[in-house]
T-cell receptor, first 117, second 113 residues
Framework: GAVVSQHPSRVICKSGTSVKIECRSL??????MFWYRQFPKKSLMLMAT?????????EQGVEKDKFLINHASLTLSTLTVTSAHPEDSSFYIC?????????????FGPGTRLTVT | LAKTTQPISMDSYEGQEVNITCSHN???????ITWYQQFPSQGPRFIIQ???TKVTNEVASLFIPADRKSSTLSLPRVSLSDTAVYYC??????????????FGAGTRLAVHP
C-alpha cells in the first residue's frame, strides 16, 4: 500500500514552453502533498507544500508564478513549470502525507526528470 | 525544524554491518527521527522512524540515546543493493499539520564486493 505515482517519468521540452507534472496517491487520500527538486548529486530541496482545496505554500526563493501548483483533489496534485528554461532542468519529486498520518511517514513518488533544451 | 549532521560518505563491504550516525543537537521534545533511503533517479523510500531508545524493523534498527541528540541507523549485513544515499530527518509530525520534511546532505553509502 501507500503508493505515489508521477507522470510523466521523464519529459523533454523546448525552452519557453510549459510542462505539467502529475502526482497521484494511488491507494490513500492525502491532505498534503509536497514538491521537491533535486539536482545531480545534491539533496532534495523542498519547493512547496500543496494542500487540497487551498493555495500552495512556497518555500523562500521559489517563484510561485513559475511553478504553479494545483491540488484539486485528495489524490492529485500537479506542478506546472511555466516558460521553462534550461536551468529548470532537474529531477522533480512529489510526496504525499496520508490523511490519518500523524507521523512522518511520507510517501514519495518515483520522480520526473525534466530536460529543457 | 532541527538541523541534522551526517557523514558525507561511507564505504563498506558486503556482509558487514553498517552504522550511520546522525547528530541533531537541537531536537525538540515533540520531534521524531526518520530515516529515508534514496537510489539514483528514484524518490526517497522510508526506512525507519523512532522517538527514543531502539526501534527495529525488517530492514534496519534505529538507536536513539537518552538525550536524543543523535541517532544511529544500523543496517545488518549489507549487500551491494544497499548502495544508496541515506537521509536523517527530525521534526514534529504534528507541527502545523504539514509534516514538512527538510532534507540535509545525506550520507552516500557505497557497498563493495
Amino acid at each position: 500500500g501507500a503508493v505515489v505515482s508521477q507522470h510523466p517519468s521523464r519529459v523533454i521540452c523546448k525552452s519557453g514552453t510549459s510542462v505539467k507534472i502529475e502526482c497521484r496517491s494511488l491507494d490513500f487520500q492525502a491532505t498534503t502533498m509536497f514538491w521537491y527538486r533535486q539536482f545531480p548529486k545534491k539533496s532534495l530541496m523542498l519547493m512547496a507544500t500543496s494542500n487540497e482545496g487551498s493555495k500552495a505554500t512556497y518555500e523562500q526563493g521559489v517563484e510561485k508564478d513559475k511553478f504553479l501548483i494545483n491540488h484539486a483533489s485528495l489524490t492529485l496534485s500537479t506542478l506546472t513549470v511555466t516558460s521553462a528554461h534550461p536551468e529548470d532542468s532537474s529531477f522533480y519529486i512529489c510526496s504525499a502525507s496520508p490523511l490519518a498520518g500523524g507521523r512522518y511517514e511520507q510517501y514519495f513518488g518515483p520522480g520526473t526528470r525534466l530536460t529543457v533544451t | 525544524l532541527a538541523k541534522t549532521t551526517q557523514p558525507i560518505s561511507m564505504d563498506s563491504y558486503e556482509g558487514q554491518e553498517v552504522n550511520i550516525t546522525c547528530s541533531h543537537n537541537n531536537i525538540a521534545t515533540n520531534d521524531y527521527i526518520t530515516w529515508y533511503q534514496q537510489f539514483p533517479s528514484q524518490g526517497p523510500r522510508f526506512i525507519i522512524q523512532g522517538y527514543k531508545t531502539k526501534v527495529t524493523n525488517e530492514v534496519a534498527s534505529l538507536f536513539i540515546p537518552a538525550d536524543r541528540k543523535s541517532s544511529t541507523l544500523s543496517l545488518p549485513r549489507v549487500s551491494l543493493s544497499d548502495t544508496a544515499v541515506y537521509y536523517c530527518l527530525v521534526g514534529d509530525p504534528d507541527s502545523g499539520g504539514y509534516n514538512k520534511l527538510i532534507f540535509g546532505a545525506g550520507t552516500r553509502l557505497a557497498v563493495h564486493p
